[in-house]
């Protein structure tokens, strides 16, 4: 039998902050902020899915204030007066239109082109100075550098409260700078904080955590989102049991992460042999912490051959409906299907199917 949406649409809080309902917007960069600053039309962007039913937003990844941390000056930086400005404009429109947001906050370590970039003349910024496993393009990071840029992420926090915003997520997957620490193909350091010792490897997430916590308090909501699989390695897993998945996320969830943001490309696939828990069931039964599942969720095809230009047919969510009703997660984020359609959750909620849009190439080009 199919389920109602009824969960879906049920508040749900985690650390003091209740969001109306368990559909999330999941991280989307979108280049749409000249001059690293997010203007009136990425501020009405975000409201329009607040005012169409979505309960959280989490926003596109934006840069914390370490001199390499970004790759493009359309992305967003989360640090100075006018790209806070305009933060802080966006914040206000989706409180307005009843939703919650946090900021992403992100450094995209060597993943960063350093000839493209802005700073050229500066090497990105990595553990062991590795874009992909063996394939050297800077230093190691010094233990100063780590230190900068923990200390940035600890301001950024700090500016996401000052200026109005739920919470923070910290992009700690996909294979930028957090993962990069947490991966062992590209941290190959051999001090506290990296080697073959997975724990060590969380040691910069961690410090980042704590260094957060201690700037605004135990009180704001905390979400990491991480990944097994690497842009650099769709099929890497950095746990390959469920020990192993709890002995990296315990040290993690132990410094004060309050939800767990699990990216898989496909909701469904289960995670370890002889269960169906998806990344986020284990994370939750692990850790016993909320947990956000997400990847195509709605959608006919996945999120990677999007960007080769696949388009993906609206898709029935029963089964993701199914599986929240078990709780085996608390929240689903929504990618593409809210990029091309700021009604989609009101849509889902009163059974609109006709009038779900199918994702294409094109939508990327503009803020619906
Ligand atoms: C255009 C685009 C930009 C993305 N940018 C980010 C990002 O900045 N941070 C992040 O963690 N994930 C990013 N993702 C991944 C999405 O958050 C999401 O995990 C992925 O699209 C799978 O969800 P979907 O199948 O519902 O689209 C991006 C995805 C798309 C399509």
């Known amino acids: 039998m199919s389920q109602t949406t009824d969960k879906l649409f049920s508040p749900f ?29 990425v501020a009405a962007y975000y409201r329009r899915r607040a005012e169409g039913g979505t309960g959280l937003i989490i926003t596109e990844g934006t840069t914390v204030a370490h001199r390499v941390a970004t790759m493009a000056e359309t992305i967003p930086a989360f640090h100075g007066d006018a790209a806070l400005e305009g933060w802080k404009r966006v914040a206000a429109e989706v ?36 874009k992909v496993p063996g394939k050297k393009v800077a230093e190691p990071m010094t233990k100063e550098d780590i230190q900068d840029t923990i200390d940035a992420f600890r301001r950024a926090a700090g500016a996401a409260r000052e200026i109005g915003f739920d919470g923070i997520e910290l992009h700690g997957a996909h294979g930028y700078l957090i993962d990069q620490f947490f991966w062992e193909g590209t941290n190959v350091r051999d001090d506290e904080y990296g080697g073959s010792d997975a724990v060590a490897r969380t040691r910069f997430g961690v410090d980042i955590i704590n260094a957060v ?51 898989t490309r496909r ?48 898709t029935s969510i029963d089964k993701l409906l199914d599986r929240l009703a078990k709780d085996e997660f608390d929240m689903v984020a929504v990618g593409r299907a809210l990029l091309v359609d700021p009604d989609w959750a009101n849509k889902i909620r009163e059974g609109r199917a006709s009038e779900l849009k199918a994702f294409t190439q094109e939508a990327m080009t503009e803020l619906v």
């Open 13 to 41: 809080t985690f650390n003091g902050l209740t969001v109306p309902n368990r559909v999330v917007m999941a991280p989307m960069t979108r280049n749409f902020s000249p001059g690293e600053v997010p203007g009136a039309d």
């Open 95 to 130: 409180h307005e239109g009843g939703g919650k947001i946090m900021p992403q906050l992100w450094h995209v370590g060597t993943m960063r082109d350093q000839k493209s970039s802005h700073n050229p003349e500066e090497p990105s910024a990595g553990p062991s100075g590795l």
């Open 213 to 263: 916590r201690s700037e605004v308090g135990d009180d704001f909501p905390l979400i990491l989102r991480f990944s097994q699989w690497k842009q650099q390695d769709f099929d890497h897993k950095i746990a390959t049991t469920p020990d192993a998945l709890a002995a990296f996320l315990k040290p993690l969830s132990d410094a004060g992460v309050d939800v767990f943001h699990c990216s």
């Open 267 to 314: 909701f469904w696939e289960p995670e370890f042999e002889g269960s169906d828990l998806n990344l986020a069931g284990w994370t939750k039964k692990l850790m016993g912490k909320p947990a956000i599942t997400v990847g195509s969720i709605g959608l006919s095809g996945e999120f990677i051959a999007a960007f080769g230009g696949e388009g993906s047919e609206p």
